[in-house]
């Protein structure tokens, strides 16, 4: 009994198997058979009033010559601004075109306040960078090429008789002489 239990639970898998796969096939089959619903039938055309090439267009576009405007293409930023140009008056005896404002002056270098002086330089022997001395009246400073002296200057390198720093906050230049104390006097 168990074996023809089996057996019919098998046959009637293998019938709705069949029936899945008879379906399944043979959908696909009519929808590629009947010209009905054929995606050809339901496409719509593209309108072209004149399929042969204009080769006047062409020619034009072959004549054209590209000017820049100073922007790059390959980047987001924002283009430079229009520069400055003075213009032709288009009537010199009508009225006059007011005058452009002149550019600022550049910011002079920078030196180091009145009260710090550049007194002497100096190496350590493992030869690392040059030390340069400083004084503020009775305080000795001595600081490294690459340190910054007083938060605000940047010890950019000592030379024998210079000294050449940046600003920290501007990235301004400077230079300052190597000053000469006077000895005492007798």
């Given amino acids: 009994m168990k074996q023809k239990k089996q057996l019919a639970v098998l046959v009637v898998l293998l019938v709705v198997a069949g029936a899945i796969w008879f379906w399944y096939f043979e959908r696909d089959r009519t929808a590629l058979t009947d010209p009905a619903d054929s995606p050809a039938k339901t496409a719509q055309l593209l309108s072209v009033e004149n399929p042969a090439i204009h ?3 062409l020619e034009g576009a072959r004549k054209t010559e590209y000017k820049s405007s100073g922007r790059n293409i390959f980047t987001t930023a ?4 229009p520069s400055q140009v003075p213009q032709k008056d ?3 005896l009508c ?4 005058a452009l404002p002149a550019p600022p002056a550049p910011d002079p270098d920078p030196v180091l306040p009145p009260n710090i002086k550049f007194f002497g330089y100096g190496t350590v022997p493992n030869g690392a960078s040059r030390r340069a001395f400083f004084t503020d009246g009775q305080d000795v400073y001595v600081v490294a ?3 910054v002296l007083l938060n605000r200057y940047r010890i950019l390198r000592v030379g024998n008789a ?4 940046e600003e920290v906050t501007s990235g301004r230049k400077g230079r300052a002489v190597l000053e000469e104390q006077a ?3 007798a």
């Fill in 55 to 57: 080769w006047h267009i």
């Fill in 78 to 81: 924002a283009p430079p601004p």
């Fill in 90 to 92: 288009p009537h010199p």
């Fill in 95 to 98: 009225c006059p075109l007011p």
């Fill in 145 to 147: 090429e690459g340190e």
């Fill in 162 to 165: 210079t000294l050449e720093f």
């Fill in 183 to 185: 000895g005492p006097s």
